[in-house]
C-alpha cells in the first residue's frame, strides 16, 4: 500500500512560481512511477508529468513543458512539481500519484491540492 499527501498549492497570480510537493509512505518505491495529474472545474482528469523512481526519467505534458518540471528526493521520499510562469489556465487540483512499472494504470493517488491562478 502506498499513501500520498500533496501539499504547497495555492492562490498566486499569472507569471508566478510555485512548487508542489507529495510525500509518500508505504512502502519503497524503487519499481514505481510517480506522476502528476491535474483536473480543472468540468474537466477531466490530465497527466501533466511523471518520473521513475529508479533512473529519475521524466515525461511532461506538452502543454506544461517548458514551464512545469517534476523532479524527486529520494532520501525525504518526496516528489515535486515545479510550477513556472503560471497562466490562468492552469488553474485547478492537482493530484500526486503513483504506479508499478509493470503495470499502466495509477493505482495509488493522493487528496488533491488547489492551485488558483489569477490574472
Known amino acids: 500500500q502506498v499513501q500520498l499527501v500533496e501539499s504547497g498549492g495555492g492562490l498566486v497570480q499569472a507569471g508566478d512560481s510555485l512548487r508542489l510537493s507529495c510525500v509518500v509512505s508505504?512502502?519503497?518505491?524503487?519499481?514505481?512511477?510517480m506522476g502528476w495529474f491535474r483536473q480543472a472545474p468540468g474537466e477531466g482528469r490530465e497527466f501533466v508529468a511523471s518520473?521513475?523512481?529508479?533512473?529519475?526519467?521524466?515525461t511532461v505534458a506538452d502543454s506544461v513543458k517548458g514551464r512545469f518540471a517534476i523532479s524527486r528526493d529520494n532520501a525525504k521520499n518526496m516528489v515535486y512539481l515545479q510550477m513556472n510562469s503560471l497562466e490562468p489556465e492552469d488553474t485547478a487540483v492537482y493530484y500526486c500519484?503513483?504506479?508499478?512499472?509493470?503495470?499502466?494504470?495509477?493505482?495509488?493517488w493522493g487528496q488533491g491540492t488547489q492551485t488558483t491562478v489569477s490574472s
Open positions: 518520473l521513475t523512481w529508479n533512473g529519475g526519467s521524466t
Open positions: 500519484a503513483a504506479r508499478s512499472r509493470r503495470t499502466l494504470k495509477y493505482a495509488y
Open positions: 508505504g512502502r519503497t518505491l524503487g519499481d514505481y512511477v
